[in-house]
């Protein structure tokens, strides 16, 4: 357990070192692992609203506005009125944002295809394991913060 309890605290360590590294995923700007992670959820989902976006990271509204605002600036994503509700703003990817989401999504394809194969061989039972692991890792995670 000792040996497994240290990998994983390795692992947190090489995640967390990331956070102050930026691509440019093709595009003319620096983009930082927080900001592609933002990038990534508004390019998966149309129409989201600043509250949601919040609700999925987790993170307060004032966060996700200030994150966004920086990518405003970028010229990686637009807010815009929702038509529905006007005291809502809406965001989406730009052509510049869209342009770093697609080049991020073949970055994980070429990074990730060993993880990919590796948990595509599991069975159902040892796939459930992993899960339930990272699950208990993310609860770790989330009190050490």
């Known amino acids: 357990m000792k ?28 983009i930082y692992r927080s900001e592609i992670h933002l990038i990534k959820l508004v390019g998966d ?11 999925k990271f987790g993170v307060t509204k004032g966060a996700i506005s200030q994150a966004l ?5 970028k010229g990686l994503v637009e807010k815009y009125l929702d038509q529905s509700n006007n005291t809502r703003l809406l965001v989406k990817l730009t052509e510049k944002g869209q342009k770093a989401y697609v080049n991020h999504e073949e970055h994980h394809k070429q990074c990730d295809q060993d993880m990919y194969s590796y948990l595509n061989q599991l069975t159902d039972h040892e796939l459930a394991i992993v899960l339930s692991f990272i699950e208990k890792a993310t609860e770790m995670a989330t009190r050490h913060v």
């Open 3 to 30: 040996k497994a309890i240290e990998k994983f605290m390795i692992m947190t360590e090489k995640i967390a070192g990331t956070v102050k590294i930026s691509r440019n995923y093709e595009t003319d700007v620096d």
């Open 45 to 55: 989902y149309a129409n989201l609203h600043v509250s949601e976006i919040a609700r």
């Open 69 to 73: 605002k920086t990518l405003e600036k």
